[in-house]
């Protein structure tokens, strides 16, 4: 039996199957979208952080390099 379904049909192990299936490769999807995600977000704040990085180094230019690091 569905449930939730207000009718009373039982449906057949082969379309609980059916079912799991199309789940299991939406999820798929999700997480591989999701990867992509995440990498851009890294590829976005390591290149944020490259220029933050670069802006300092160029403000703090007359410094030891000591001081720096």
């Known amino acids: 039996m569905r449930p939730g379904d207000d009718s009373s049909k039982p449906i057949s192990t082969a379309q609980v199957l059916a079912e799991l ?29 490259a220029t933050i990085q670069s802006e300092l180094l160029h403000r703090l ?9």
Not at 30 to 47: F, P, Q, S, T, V
Not at 61 to 69: A, D, K, R, T, Y
């Open 21 to 49: 299936t199309d789940i299991r490769a939406e999820m798929r999807q999700d997480l591989a979208a999701l990867g992509d995600e995440l990498a851009g977000l890294r590829r976005h704040m390591n290149d944020r952080f």
């Open 61 to 69: 230019g007359g410094l030891p390099p000591e001081v720096i690091n």
